[in-house]
């Protein structure tokens, strides 16, 4: 079965460092999710991806993060400097079509924890 | 601003037992509703949907129902087993977007 592929799983970084989280999406799907995901709370919208452009990164910090998806196929997420406030789970999600009632499916996720 | 809540934070049921778990949302706007399943460390998963147009939809051993006069979701689970244990998360889809907003979530824990 086709999944969403995250990588790394786990990830543990200083504070001021830079990290970048990976996402290959289901083959086929062009929008791709980056979301983030507190402790006990639901996942926020980060950035959408149609193709290669994006549609949406209201939610972004982009004073320090950054996302990409360069061919429209897989994608990479980066924070530069990390911040203690950004230990979070990073999940992202693929879907065929960018409709309202289109399924997303997500990826494993990658922890990141800023010390 | 809007929002997606849930009213119980830790539902706990004897395997075997029904459960139910609930939502409230705000925004009158939301056509397409979601439930997910997280397991730990794992992501969400995909259990049921259901348009504004309904107010009920079966799946297997789920069954979601819709409220439109109260602004209330429900994710009924039948017979509920230990693989069940999980966090559940409503999620709206707000109008014409396909942005998802989440609500915090339900943790359901299944004893023998």
């Known amino acids: 079965e086709a999944e969403v592929a995250q990588s790394p799983r786990y990830k543990i970084t200083e504070k001021s460092q830079a990290v970048a989280f990976w996402c290959d999406p289901i083959?086929?799907?062009?929008?791709l999710y980056w979301y983030r995901q507190i402790l006990g709370q639901g996942p926020e919208l980060l950035v959408q991806?149609?193709?290669?452009?994006?549609?949406?990164d209201s939610q972004l910090p982009k004073d320090r993060f950054s996302a990409e998806r360069l061919k429209g196929v897989d994608s990479t997420l980066k924070i530069q400097p990390a911040e203690l406030g950004d230990s979070a789970m990073y999940l992202c999600?693929?879907?065929?079509?960018?409709?309202?009632?289109?399924?997303?499916?997500f990826g494993p996720g990658t922890r990141l924890t800023v010390l | 601003g809007e929002s997606v809540g849930l009213h119980l934070p830790t539902l706990s049921v004897q395997e075997g037992d029904n459960s139910i778990i609930n939502c409230a949302y705000s925004?009158?706007?939301?056509?397409?509703f979601i439930w997910y399943k997280q397991e730990s460390g794992k992501g969400p998963q995909f259990i049921i949907d259901?348009?504004?147009?309904?107010d009920k939809r079966q799946g297997q051993r789920v069954t979601v129902l819709l409220n439109k006069t109260v602004k209330h979701l429900s994710l009924q689970i039948a017979a509920t087993q230990p693989g069940d244990s999980a966090v559940y998360f409503c999620?709206?889809?707000?109008?014409?977007?396909?942005?998802?907003?989440f609500g915090t979530g339900t943790r359901l824990q299944v004893f023998p």
């Open positions: 999600a693929s879907s065929f079509e960018s409709t309202g009632d289109n399924e997303q499916f």
């Open positions: 083959s086929g799907h062009a929008t």
């Open positions: 991806f149609q193709d290669e452009s994006v549609v949406d």
């Open positions: 925004n009158s706007a939301s056509d397409y």
């Open positions: 259901i348009r504004s147009n309904m």
């Open positions: 999620a709206e889809n707000m109008g014409n977007t396909d942005k998802l907003i």
